[in-house]
C-alpha cells in the first residue's frame, strides 16, 4: 500500500470531477476536503433545489453551495449547476451528469456520502484513459465492497453490474443513457435471458425493471444497471475498497440503518501505478457472486429495492 498523505501533492488531476450535493453539510465537506486534495483542474458542483416548504432546508443548501465555491484554493475551473426548485434524485442527478459529459468526454463522479481514498483518482485516471475506446467498458467503480467476500488478486477485475459509490465513465456511454428506460418492451426477454442462469436472478430483475418502466419507482441509477446489462457491458471494479459511505444512519436519504454491513466500511489505498495483467480472472466468480448471493432472494419488491439501495447506494 502507499501512503495517502503523499498522493497529489506537487500534481494536479487532469481529469474532471462532479461532486453531487443537496443539504448534507458534514458529509459534503468530508468528500469535499479529499476533492481538494486531488486538486482536479476543472470541477463540476451540481445541486437540486431544496423542496418547497422547508425554509431550514433552503438555508442549508444555500450555505452549503456558498461553502464549496468559497473554499476552492487550488488553480481550478469551477463550474456549478444550482437548481432553483427541486427536482428530485431522478431528474436532478441525471440531469446533472448530463451535463457534466456535455463538456467533458470523460470524469469522476462523487456524491456527497461517498469518500474516496486519494489513489482513487488516480485509478479512475488510469483506467479512464486506458478504456476510453474500448465500448465493452461503461465504468470504473471505486466500490470494492464484494472484495470482502470474493478476493482479487489483480489490481481490477470486472463485473456486469455498475457500482456508484465513487465512479468515472465516458460521454460515449452517457450518451446512450434513457431516464425512461423507454425500450424495456422491446429488449426485456433478451436482457433477462442473458443476465444470468439462475431463474431466481432472471426474476429478480425482470421485477425490478418492470417497476421502473411503469415509474413506480422514482431513481435516475436504476436504468444505469438495466443499460449495462443491455449492452453486455463491463464495470471495472477494485482488489481495495476505495470509498467509505459516510452517509448511514439518520438525516439520510435512504441508508438509515447506521450498522449495515455497508456503512463506514474501511477504505485503502491501492498502488500505483496499476498493474494490468490477469484482470478477468476473477470476472466469473464475481458476477456468480452478486447472482447467487445478492440477486437471487426472494422476487419480493421491498426486498429487490432493499437490494438495489444497498449495493448500488441508489437513492430511490
Given at each position: 500500500?502507499?501512503?495517502?498523505?503523499?498522493?497529489?501533492?506537487?500534481?494536479?488531476?487532469?481529469?474532471?470531477?462532479?461532486?453531487?450535493?443537496?443539504?448534507?453539510?458534514?458529509?459534503?465537506?468530508?468528500?469535499?476536503?479529499?476533492?481538494?486534495?486531488?486538486?482536479?483542474?476543472?470541477?463540476?458542483?451540481?445541486?437540486?433545489?431544496?423542496?418547497?416548504?422547508?425554509?431550514?432546508?433552503?438555508?442549508?443548501?444555500?450555505?452549503?453551495?456558498?461553502y464549496l465555491v468559497g473554499a476552492?484554493?487550488?488553480?481550478?475551473?469551477?463550474?456549478?449547476?444550482?437548481?432553483?426548485?427541486?427536482?428530485?434524485?431522478?431528474?436532478?442527478?441525471?440531469?446533472?451528469?448530463?451535463?457534466?459529459?456535455?463538456?467533458?468526454?470523460?470524469?469522476?463522479?462523487?456524491?456527497?456520502?461517498?469518500?474516496?481514498?486519494?489513489?482513487?483518482?488516480?485509478?479512475?485516471?488510469?483506467?479512464?484513459?486506458?478504456?476510453?475506446?474500448?465500448?465493452?467498458?461503461?465504468?470504473?467503480?471505486?466500490?470494492g465492497r464484494a472484495t470482502q467476500?470474493?478476493?482479487?488478486?489483480?489490481?481490477?477485475?470486472?463485473?456486469?453490474?455498475?457500482?456508484i459509490w465513487g465512479w468515472a465513465?465516458?460521454?460515449?456511454?452517457?450518451?446512450?443513457?434513457?431516464?425512461?428506460?423507454?425500450?424495456?418492451?422491446?429488449?426485456?426477454?433478451?436482457?433477462?435471458?442473458?443476465?444470468?442462469?439462475?431463474?431466481?436472478?432472471?426474476?429478480?430483475?425482470?421485477?425490478?425493471?418492470?417497476?421502473?418502466?411503469?415509474?413506480?419507482?422514482?431513481?435516475?441509477?436504476?436504468?444505469?444497471?438495466?443499460?449495462?446489462?443491455?449492452?453486455?457491458?463491463?464495470?471495472?471494479?477494485?482488489?481495495?475498497?476505495?470509498?467509505?459511505?459516510?452517509?448511514?444512519?439518520?438525516?439520510?436519504?435512504?441508508?438509515?440503518?447506521?450498522?449495515?454491513?455497508?456503512?463506514?466500511?474501511?477504505?485503502?489505498?491501492?498502488?500505483?501505478?496499476?498493474?494490468?495483467?490477469?484482470?478477468?480472472?476473477?470476472?466469473?466468480?464475481?458476477?456468480?457472486?452478486?447472482?447467487?448471493?445478492?440477486?437471487?432472494?426472494?422476487?419480493?419488491?421491498?426486498?429487490?429495492?432493499?437490494?438495489?439501495?444497498?449495493?448500488?447506494?441508489?437513492?430511490?
Open positions: 500500500m502507499i501512503d495517502a498523505t503523499d498522493l497529489h501533492a506537487d500534481t494536479v488531476l487532469d481529469t474532471a470531477v462532479l461532486f453531487l450535493v443537496f443539504n448534507r453539510i458534514d458529509s459534503s465537506k468530508k468528500v469535499f476536503a479529499a476533492i481538494r486534495q486531488a486538486k482536479p483542474a476543472r470541477l463540476y458542483i451540481a445541486a437540486d433545489g431544496a423542496r418547497a416548504g422547508r425554509d431550514a432546508e433552503a438555508e442549508t443548501v444555500k450555505a452549503l453551495r456558498e476552492v484554493d487550488w488553480p481550478c475551473q469551477v463550474k456549478t449547476l444550482f437548481r432553483e426548485k427541486n427536482l428530485g434524485c431522478k431528474y436532478a442527478v441525471s440531469g446533472a451528469i448530463t451535463w457534466f459529459f456535455d463538456q467533458e468526454e470523460q470524469g469522476i463522479i462523487l456524491e456527497d456520502d461517498c469518500l474516496p481514498s486519494q489513489s482513487f483518482f488516480g485509478y479512475c485516471e488510469t483506467l479512464l484513459e486506458k478504456y476510453k475506446e474500448d465500448e465493452t467498458v461503461f465504468l470504473v467503480s471505486g466500490d467476500n470474493v478476493k482479487i488478486d489483480n489490481d481490477y477485475s470486472f463485473v456486469k453490474y455498475p457500482f465513465s465516458w460521454a460515449r456511454v452517457w450518451k446512450q443513457y434513457d431516464p425512461e428506460l423507454s425500450d424495456w418492451p422491446v429488449v426485456k426477454e433478451r436482457v433477462i435471458s442473458g443476465v444470468s442462469q439462475l431463474n431466481a436472478t432472471r426474476k429478480f430483475w425482470s421485477l425490478a425493471f418492470d417497476k421502473m418502466y411503469k415509474k413506480e419507482i422514482d431513481t435516475w441509477d436504476f436504468q444505469f444497471v438495466f443499460l449495462l446489462l443491455k449492452n453486455s457491458a463491463k464495470c471495472i471494479v477494485p482488489r481495495v475498497n476505495l470509498i467509505t459511505n459516510i452517509g448511514f444512519g439518520e438525516g439520510a436519504t435512504h441508508t438509515h440503518d447506521g450498522n449495515s454491513n455497508d456503512a463506514n466500511l474501511p477504505r485503502f489505498e491501492i498502488t500505483l501505478p496499476l498493474s494490468h495483467d490477469g484482470h478477468n480472472k476473477e470476472t466469473a466468480r464475481l458476477n456468480e457472486y452478486y447472482d447467487r448471493v445478492e440477486f437471487s432472494q426472494r422476487s419480493l419488491l421491498e426486498r429487490v429495492l432493499n437490494k438495489i439501495k444497498r449495493y448500488f447506494g441508489f437513492k430511490l
